[in-house]
């Protein structure tokens, strides 16, 4: 089984929908991400959860709600996105603490389209 | 100024070849690096760490200047599976939280 796990791998939604993005993650860690990666960009941090707390929100507009049940499950849910939204969105995870924030494990991503 | 740069490329090899890329950051006060590897349609994985001593992993090695602020990934004897996209990380500095600098990365072809 794969450290993280992302599902759906694509999704496609107009403008008026609600959709969620789901990622778990298997490996222990105690923090986790979403990122966001759009073409020729790189990838730019969107929240960040610490023992399920959300410890960084990087001025994400409010039409993504980020949601950490546990520390093994995160979520991402959508609504009422723009077209501009379209973009691979990662989930990773890393074990907090000095020497661990930066050895992220990415999920596979969501290839979003936002019609 | 961007916080990290890297040339894009791509970067065209013949298998067997040696290769390297650079990439500079801005802020002096960062303190951790790393190249991770992307390859197509895949999540960005980590291949190695910066050390200021510099660091070897088989036919990889990096390189930290922290004088001129750049780091450089040097490969070795291409081989066809090292095509992909090299993501240069540079941490913000100290009391950064969790933020990361990412560079937009630079692409390798190793080709027959």
Redesign the interface.
């Known amino acids: 089984e794969t450290g993280v796990t992302q599902t759906p791998r694509h999704l496609v939604m107009g403008m008026t929908n609600k959709k969620s993005l789901k990622c778990e993650q298997h490996l222990g860690h105690n923090a986790m991400y979403w990122y966001k990666q759009s073409a020729k960009k790189p990838l730019e941090l969107m929240f960040v959860y610490s023992l399920e707390e959300r410890v960084e929100n990087n001025s994400v507009p409010s039409r993504f709600s980020p949601e950490c049940p546990n520390s093994s499950h995160l979520f991402l849910h959508l609504h009422t996105l723009q077209p501009e939204d379209s973009a691979l969105y990662l989930c990773a995870s890393s074990q907090d603490g000095a020497g661990g924030r930066e050895k992220l494990f990415f999920g596979s991503g969501t290839q979003l389209s936002v019609l | 100024r961007k916080e990290?740069e890297q040339d894009p490329g791509p970067f065209n090899v013949p298998e067997g070849a040696t290769v390297a890329f650079n990439c500079t950051y801005s802020n002096s006060a960062s303190q951790?690096f790393?190249w991770?590897r992307q390859d197509c349609r895949?999540?960005?994985?980590?291949l190695m760490?910066v050390y200021s001593s510099g660091n070897e992993d088989g036919r990889f090695t990096a390189q930290l200047n922290r004088a001129s602020q750049y780091i450089s990934l040097l490969i070795r004897d291409s081989k066809l599976s090292d095509s992909a996209t090299y993501?240069c990380?540079v941490?913000v500095g100290p009391n950064s939280?969790?933020?990361?600098?990412?560079?937009?990365?630079t692409s390798l072809l190793v080709t027959p």
């Open positions: 990290v951790s790393f991770y895949k999540e960005p994985k980590l760490s993501l990380v941490n939280g969790y933020a990361l600098n990412f560079g937009k990365g």
